[in-house]
């Protein structure tokens, strides 16, 4: 696999990635304009891009196109940011992978897990740190769409669009190791046009232990949310960064931990059947359905 990195606004490839995101995703709110993607990775240079790494740490934003050697096909796509941060004296980093995708000609050939290796393995070099400093502390967030908030129309049309059905979705990440951060994330508005997503949860993958250091995830969600979703403007103009990030500031002063759910064992016993009463039991979301799993398993 032949990966190809774009960090400027002005890289041809950029209109490749586009044009093939643009077939792979289709929610309005989660949907980012060419002009986003343009203004995020113009943040990597210049004044702008030294005024937010002394406010946020090293970045970088970048968007990747993924080929197969042997004939150029493209097989993937992926849009994250990568950021360091240093968390009382250790540094850290992380990664927010925004978007990934296999377009439909290149699916079930084994592309996607290739691709998420692949670009997880490049975040130490994407902030040209040598992933011995860190040791193991690599850290990889995701928005997943929760089934249990999701309008209908929107479950049944993203199913439809992606040939995935959305707990198969959840099982996907899951057999990748990601957890569901006991949170209640809320994706700032992408544009003045869009509406926030509290439709989605926020997972990781990487993360030792039951739980995880809410003082990384508040300086992971201060960078992600003010350079990727914000396009570089002050995080104090959107409401719903700051609340989120006034809990988590008060979480971290406590040296309060995030629990992480197991989706996977939770979903591992789910059939067409139980899946159907799920949508239909009234559950909040899906935290609250994960949650009184674990009160189930534990007791």
Same mark, same amino acid.
Request: glycine residues 10%; hydrophobic residues 45%.
């Given at each position: 696999?032949?990966?190809d990195?774009?960090?400027?606004?002005?890289?041809?490839?950029? $209109?490749?990635f586009?044009?093939a995101? /643009?077939r792979?995703?289709i929610?309005?709110d +989660?949907? +980012?304009?060419l002009?986003?993607f343009?203004a995020?990775?113009?943040l990597?240079?210049?004044?702008?891009?030294?005024?937010?790494?002394?406010?946020y740490?090293?970045f970088?934003?970048a968007?990747?196109?993924?080929?197969d050697?042997?004939?150029g096909a493209l097989?993937?796509?992926?849009?994250?940011i990568?950021l360091r941060?240093?968390?009382?004296?250790?540094?850290?980093?992380?990664?927010?992978l925004? @978007?990934?995708?296999?377009p439909?000609?290149?699916r079930?050939?084994?592309?996607?897990?290739?691709?998420?290796?692949a670009?997880?393995?490049?975040?130490?070099?994407?902030?040209?740190?040598?992933?011995?400093?860190?040791?193991?502390r690599i850290?990889?967030f995701? +928005? /997943?769409?929760d089934?249990l908030r999701?309008?209908a129309?929107d479950?049944?049309?993203?199913?439809?669009?992606?040939?995935?059905?959305?707990?198969?979705r959840?099982?996907i990440?899951?057999?990748?190791?990601?957890?569901?951060?006991?949170?209640? @994330?809320?994706?700032p508005?992408?544009s003045s +046009?869009?509406?926030?997503?509290d439709?989605?949860?926020?997972s990781?993958i990487?993360?030792?232990?039951?739980?995880? !250091?809410s003082?990384?995830?508040?300086?992971?969600l201060?960078?992600?949310?003010? %350079?990727?979703?914000?396009k570089?403007?002050? %995080?104090?103009?959107?409401p719903v960064?700051?609340? /989120?990030?006034d809990t988590?500031?008060?979480?971290? $002063?406590?040296n309060?931990?995030?629990p992480?759910? !197991?989706?996977?064992?939770?979903?591992g016993?789910?059939?067409?059947?139980?899946t159907?009463r799920l949508?239909?039991?009234?559950?909040g979301?899906?935290?609250e359905?994960l949650r009184?799993c /674990? $009160?189930?398993?534990?007791?």
């Open positions: 696999m032949q990966l990195i774009i960090d400027c606004p002005d890289d041809p490839n950029l $209109r490749e586009y044009a995101y /643009q792979a995703f929610l309005p +989660e949907i +980012e304009e002009a986003g343009q995020c990775l113009s990597n240079h210049g004044d702008a891009h030294a005024r937010l790494s002394a406010e740490g090293p970088l934003e968007c990747v196109l993924a080929r050697e042997a004939d097989v993937g796509g992926a849009n994250l990568a941060h240093d968390i009382a004296g250790i540094p850290v980093l992380t990664a927010n925004n @978007y990934i995708f296999v439909g000609p290149a079930g050939q084994g592309w996607f897990a290739r691709l998420l290796s670009v997880t393995a490049g975040i130490p070099g994407m902030l040209a740190t040598s992933s011995q400093n860190v040791g193991t850290l990889l995701i +928005e /997943q769409n089934p999701m309008d129309a479950y049944a049309r993203e199913s439809a669009h992606s040939g995935i059905d959305q707990f198969d959840l099982r990440w899951a057999a990748r190791g990601a957890r569901v951060v006991d949170f209640a @994330y809320v994706q508005a992408l +046009e869009q509406s926030p997503d439709g989605l949860v926020y990781v990487g993360a030792q232990g039951p739980t995880l !250091d003082c990384v995830l508040a300086s992971h201060r960078g992600f949310f003010g %350079i990727s979703v914000l570089g403007k002050p %995080i104090a103009s959107d960064a700051v609340r /989120q990030l988590l500031a008060a979480l971290c $002063r406590h309060t931990s995030l992480l759910l !197991d989706a996977g064992k939770a979903l016993g789910l059939d067409a059947s139980a159907r949508l239909a039991s009234g559950h979301s899906l935290r359905w009184s /674990q $009160r189930s398993n534990v007791a």
